[in-house]
């Protein structure tokens, strides 16, 4: 991802809160999300520099930005674990359902295990059942950790996922 990504990332991601946590989060939460606000933090954070953090866009044929993926360590209380965390992942609403997610979480898990790491981990709302199918199809299983996630006073769990990475194959050119 470069600075010129982040409104096309900003759109994917809003878009994708809007769309995959309708009816799991307060509405009037998703309806005030801003693509502009977004897209700010979006360069920021790239500004920042954090060497161990990877965004990774996923493009249709028209070069428009169509999913998101976001990972780098995992920590623990705030200390560095070893293991890799999928910090987000994002498809656009029109995009769901071709492959851009697989591809992306694809592409995460190889660039993870290149890494070095011996597992990666994600958070997914606990009520999230199409997100948490999708991350089991990719191998990734509950291990029982829970996260409180509070959202306009609306509780909102979270439950953690991980996955093996020893098995994984290097990364395949695929996404930028």
């Not at 307060?26 to 060497?51: K, N």
């Amino acid at each position: 991802m470069t600075p010129a990504d982040c409104d096309g990332v900003a759109e994917v991601r809003v878009s994708g809160w809007r769309s995959a946590y309708r009816g799991l989060m307060p509405q009037s939460y998703l309806d005030g999300l801003s693509v502009e606000a977004d897209a700010e933090r979006r360069r920021e954070y790239l500004a920042q520099g954090d060497p161990g953090v990877v965004n990774l866009v996923a493009e249709d044929t028209g070069g428009e930005i169509v999913g998101w993926a976001c990972h780098g360590p995992y920590r623990e209380d705030e200390v560095l674990t070893g293991d890799a965390e999928l910090y987000a992942i994002y498809v656009h609403p029109d995009q769901v359902g071709r492959g851009v997610g697989r591809a992306l979480l694809t592409e995460s898990v190889a660039r993870c295990s290149a890494a070095g790491h011996g597992r990666l981990l994600l958070w997914v709302l606990k009520e999230n059942d199409r997100a948490r199918r999708f991350y089991e199809r990719a191998g990734f299983r509950a291990d029982g950790a829970e996260e409180p996630f509070e959202v306009d006073g609306v509780a909102v769990p979270e439950v953690r996922y991980t996955r093996a990475l020893a098995d994984v194959a290097a990364p395949r050119p695929l996404a930028r």
